[in-house]
């Protein structure tokens, strides 16, 4: 598995899911308001709209949460948003990207780079670590959506670049910007997919063992908690030895 879906697993046998998915549903619906205010408040002519309603679908945000977000755009609100990427190196030197959306960019700035420094890493500049990664599309199914050769055929027609298909399921790529037209098709052949949205995917990995991963998911953790981050992603990979003692 990567490094990202590894860290789902960590958050769900941790038992975090409640204060999680309270956290997740804020920040889906900033993306949603944000996404609304800068394009049509109609998903089906705003392409960004579209793929953050799917997004926060996939993970139930409820229906009336989504329209809410929506009217919030119309009403002013989200005009303030900034959208921000802070790149830098965690323990052990894995590669950091952090992805903001905030209202202050001093505070955020402040908040991101003291946590680097208190948990062993180092917060660079925007493109010091960006070149280890690749933009795109991801769409994710679970593996019951069907066999391996069923979805590669769907995701071939479909447009997309690249599957990779395990016991947990089936995880889709694409380039980042085709990934509404490929969501839509991979959707009228397979269904409504668990999750759909734009990644930054390692080219390069740093493997860890259990005291490096402990260090970077305490990192993870703490940026992830804060309201101003929308989303973690880092280029390690672990055995599943050490997954199993985490």
């Known amino acids: 598995m990567a490094g990202h879906s590894k860290w789902a697993n960590i958050q769900h046998r941790k038992g975090r899911q409640d204060a999680a998915r309270s956290k997740l549903f804020s920040k889906l619906s ?10 049509d408040p109609d998903p089906e002519k705003n392409p960004r709209l579209r793929l953050a309603v799917k997004e926060a679908k996939a993970v139930s ?56 420094g208190k948990h062993g890493g180092n917060l ?3 493109g010091s ?21 069923t979805v590669l055929m769907a995701a071939l027609e479909a447009g997309a670049e690249d599957v990779e298909s395990s016991q947990d399921g089936h995880t889709i ?5 085709d990934l509404n037209e490929v969501s839509t098709a ?5 269904g409504e997919a668990e999750s759909t949205k734009l990644i930054w995917k390692p080219n390069v990995s740093t493997e860890l063992d259990l005291e490096g991963a ?15 981050i929308q989303r973690v992603t880092a280029n390690f990979d672990i055995s599943d030895e050490v997954m199993e003692q985490l």
């Open 129 to 149: 670590v960006s070149f280890m990664f690749e933009r795109k599309g991801e769409v994710v199914y679970p593996a019951e959506v069907g066999d391996e050769d």
């Open 173 to 177: 790529y694409c380039a980042d910007t």
């Open 124 to 126: 660079g500049e925007t």
């Open 186 to 190: 991979l959707e009228a052949d397979l």
């Open 214 to 228: 402990q260090k970077l998911f305490r990192l993870i953790e703490v940026l992830e908690d804060d309201d101003d």
């Open 61 to 116: 945000v409820p229906k009336d949460v989504i329209d809410r977000a929506i009217s919030k755009s119309q009403a002013g609100e989200g005009d303030d948003y900034e959208e921000i990427r802070y790149e830098g190196y965690g323990p052990n030197g894995v590669a950091v990207i952090v992805e903001a959306m905030t209202d202050n960019r001093n505070r955020t700035a402040s908040t991101v780079r003291s946590t680097f």
């Open 30 to 39: 900033k993306e949603i308001t944000v996404a609304a205010k800068m394009g």
